[in-house]
């Protein structure tokens, strides 16, 4: 046997053997079988084997089916004593039903034609198996290789290619590139592809006989071979291609390449023929004179055959315009500015012509075609002008009647005589000269007129001329009234305070304003009037209408006149002087004027000390002369009647002055005792300690320097009953001779003397010590009648600064 590859696995070699003619098996299929190799000795020995197979290579599109392809064999059991399997693509996974296997011999066979383009190789696992299912040898791969046929042919990937390229192209000028593909191998010639042109013709046909185009046969890239590509001639070409596998010697396909050529702008456009006439009106714009003719024979509807007309001579002022007609490409002349027949009566233009698309270097070098176009101008009846429209005229306001507001405002083309007169004036402020047509004040110019708006006055004049068609113009007359300088400046405000210490506020603002409009307004221009003053005073400016009235060294408070004149930016200027009453004063450091005891007694500067005792005498002799005269007129009153209030019905006056306090009643002097509550560490004013201290008068229906009872006191903590508290404390009072029985819950002060209502502290004490008549109690009401008052005192927690409180209970 000849072994075909081996190589070493777990337990078993299986080799590739063809069996030699004579035996059982078929020559023509490969068998693996164990192969056992003799050691030196003779013996057998076992060695680590795996099946290796190479791969199987069986061609497409083979006819001889069923085919057998190779045999396998285990020398694990004897013969008849294995099961061979086979599984994978093709046996039993898709597709299924190309492979099967005996399964008592291993043969391997084909059982349907292959196709390489729809699967080009098969991997399948062979297996060997006892009669009870178990595996005998691990399993191996069959790799089976589907060997190409030419059986594809090459197809284009377009029915048809267009392409382009510019006429007067160099020979080998790249156009486009055509493919083409094969199914077949391309590891094999069946898919090497060649290119051709096997046939070109031209667009029209026969026009050229040349050949003008090739192709790169392996990379399909059509390229020209010839000069003379002319778009003038011809629009294109039409190529039949081919293309062959087996590198040109195997099967064909063909297709067709259009290839158009593309038009460069080689010819120029020319005049044809190269002199126009045209007439035209004058004094008409924006109308058609006529066309003028110019031709090219590149492709139409391109920026290399459109036509740009220029007019390089004979039209210095702009009045003609020659148009490209989109359609047609000729060139109209249009009147773009009115003609004038007395200024020129002919024109020659010179008007050349050029595409839009620049010339190509291919081209040949010849100047640009040009024509001449003669235009006569004709003759009209035209109307007068006004020189301007509207007439815009600015006069001052008071400008006297009959004053030259204007003139030489028309003119006649036709040089006749013309005639002038006022077609609207709504305020008859104007007259005009009917054969010169100047323009007078007819009256005062007013600018307090209610015919002006924005300060503008509006009328219209009309000129007409003097010929057998009578033609006429209108204009506006538009009269701006200009303001003149009437009023000066004023200033305000013209009194205001300023801080002592220059460096303390921000001075007096001060503005001005104007009656006058601009330019007679702002800017003002503001200075001291007195050189003098501007040793202490400056002015600073803040803008155009404000400055600020400043020191420059700190001055004495009082009054201080400043004279300012204040001057306006009219022509001519006008100017005022105004006084300004300044008050210098102490300011604090937000830079306010102080109150004015403040300010007398601040600093050293402000008023001396005899003017601030002259200042005070005569507040004190005034207040003085005001007590004199209450006490004179309360002398001469007549007396009132004495009774509980002692006082009249008619003329009762409340003395009591309300001091705030509570105390313990009319005998607690602790309340009024200042010194006794006074903090001993309290610093008193001079001023205050040397005041007298009012005098407490004693009371003179109040026995005194009796013993009085001791009052209950017990500590707050333990108020345990507070019943016998308050009585205990109703009975002292009781019991006490110090305490009058009609004493009041009020604390009454010193209120003066001579009194005419008597004092209330104590019912019916009155002024006398005699019994007092009690009856009229009785028209009080029910709560009065034949009851008694008696004083209680309220408990309260021992303190020394708080003495009990007396207070009336009417029960």
């Known amino acids: 046997s000849e072994a075909v590859s081996v190589s070493e696995g777990r337990d078993t070699t299986i080799c590739v053997v063809h069996q030699p003619s004579g035996k059982q098996e078929d020559p023509s299929i490969a068998v693996l079988r164990p192969w056992q190799q003799s050691t030196e000795t003779g013996g057998l020995k076992r060695v680590k084997r795996a099946w290796v197979i ?10 001889q089916i069923p085919k057998q392809l190779v045999q396998i064999k285990s020398d694990k059991r004897e013969p008849g ?13 898709d597709p299924r039903g190309y492979f099967e296997i005996n399964e008592k011999t291993g043969l391997v066979t084909l059982k349907t034609m292959l196709d390489r383009e729809s699967y080009s190789k098969f991997k399948l696992k062979a297996y060997a198996l006892d009669l009870s299912g178990e595996r005998l040898e691990d399993p191996t791969e069959l790799e089976i290789i589907v060997l190409d046929q030419n059986d594809n042919r090459p197809v284009f990937t377009q029915p048809e290619y267009i392409g382009t390229v510019l006429e007067f192209s160099t020979p080998g000028t790249s156009v486009m590139q055509v493919t083409a593909t094969d199914a077949d191998d391309h590891e094999t010639d069946n898919a090497i592809l060649s290119y051709s042109i096997i046939r070109q013709d031209s667009i029209p046909p026969f026009h050229v006989n040349k050949t003008m185009f090739g192709i790169d046969n392996s990379t399909g890239v059509i390229f020209t071979r010839d000069v003379g ?41 020319i005049f044809t023929p190269k002199s126009y006439y045209f007439e035209a009106a004058e004094n008409e714009a924006n109308f058609l004179v006529g066309t003028i ?29 020659v148009r490209t007609d989109s359609a047609t490409n000729q060139g109209m002349v249009f009147v773009v500015k009115p003609l004038d027949y007395e200024t020129v009566r002919e024109y020659q233009l010179t008007v050349t012509a050029e595409n839009e698309a620049p010339l190509s270097s291919k081209a040949p070098q010849i100047p640009l075609s040009s024509a001449t176009v003669t235009i006569t101008v004709l003759n009209q009846n035209e109307a007068p002008g006004f020189r301007s429209n509207p007439i815009k005229l600015s006069v001052a306001e008071g400008t006297p009647q009959g004053t030259v507001l204007a003139r030489d405002i028309a003119s006649d083309p036709d040089r006749q005589q013309l005639r002038y007169d006022i077609e609207y004036d709504p305020g008859e402020w104007l007259s005009v000269n009917s054969e010169t047509g100047e323009i007078r004040a007819n009256k005062m110019i007013d600018k307090k007129s209610p015919f002006l708006e924005d300060n503008v006055y509006r009328a219209e004049i009309r000129v007409s001329d003097t010929g057998e068609d009578r033609s006429t113009a209108t204009a506006t007359v538009e009269i701006t009234v200009m303001e003149t300088n009437d009023y000066p400046p004023v200033i305000f405000p013209l009194s205001g305070s300023v801080c002592s210490d220059p460096e303390k506020g921000s001075g007096l603002i001060l503005s001005a304003v104007d009656m006058d409009q601009s330019p007679h307004g702002p800017p003002f221009y503001f200075n001291l009037f007195i050189n003098t003053v501007t040793v202490n005073w400056t002015l600073v400016t803040l803008n155009g209408t404000h400055v600020a009235l400043r020191l420059l060294r700190e001055l004495e408070a009082g009054p201080y006149p400043i004279s300012v004149r204040v001057s306006d930016s009219g022509q001519p200027t006008l100017s005022a002087l105004y006084t300004v009453n300044v008050s210098v004063c102490q300011c604090d450091e937000a830079g306010d004027c102080r109150a004015l005891l403040g300010a007398l007694f601040a600093g050293r500067t402000g008023l001396s000390l005899a003017a601030v005792l002259i200042i005070l005498g005569s507040v004190a002799l005034l207040l003085l002369s005001l007590l004199i005269v209450a006490a004179v007129g309360q002398c001469r009153r007549q007396p009132l009647k004495q009774g509980l209030l002692g006082g009249s019905d008619d ?22 005792n200042i010194d006794q509550l006074r903090n001993p560490d309290e610093v008193v004013p001079p001023l205050a300690s040397a005041l007298p201290r009012p005098k407490q008068p004693l009371r003179k229906d109040a026995p005194y320097n009796y013993p009085s009872p001791s009052y209950p006191r017990k500590p707050p903590t333990d108020p345990t009953d507070i019943e016998d508290f308050i009585n205990d404390g109703l009975d002292a009072a009781d019991n006490d001779p110090n ?9 009454y002060d010193y209120e003066g003397e001579g009194s005419l209502a008597g004092s209330l502290s104590s019912i019916a004490s009155g002024s006398s010590d005699g019994d007092q008549d009690y009856d009229y109690l009785n028209d009080w009401g029910p709560r009065f009648t034949g009851q008694s008052v008696r004083p209680a005192l309220m408990a309260t ?13 009417v029960s």
């Open 229 to 269: 590509l002319d778009s003038e001639i011809m629009e294109g070409f039409n190529l039949t291609l081919q293309v062959a596998d087996m590198s040109g010697m195997g099967l064909t396909a063909y297709s067709t390449a259009i290839i158009y050529i593309k038009d460069i702008n080689d010819n120029a456009p």
């Open 739 to 747: 305490v009058p029985p009609y004493d009041t819950a009020l604390i």
């Open 797 to 809: 927690p021992t303190d020394s600064a708080s003495p009990p409180e007396s207070i009336i209970h």
């Open 293 to 321: 003719n110019a031709t090219d024979i590149d492709e139409e509807n391109t920026p290399n055959w459109r036509i740009k007309f220029n007019i390089i001579a004979g039209d210095p002022d702009g009045h003609f315009d």
């Open 54 to 63: 190479p791969p199987i290579n069986t061609p497409e599109n083979n006819k």
């Open 651 to 672: 003329d009762i006056r409340d003395n009591v002055l309300n001091y705030d306090e509570q105390g313990g009643g009319e005998e607690d002097e602790n309340a009024y």
């Open 81 to 93: 004593k294995v099961i061979y399997k086979l599984e994978g693509p093709g046996v039993d996974q």
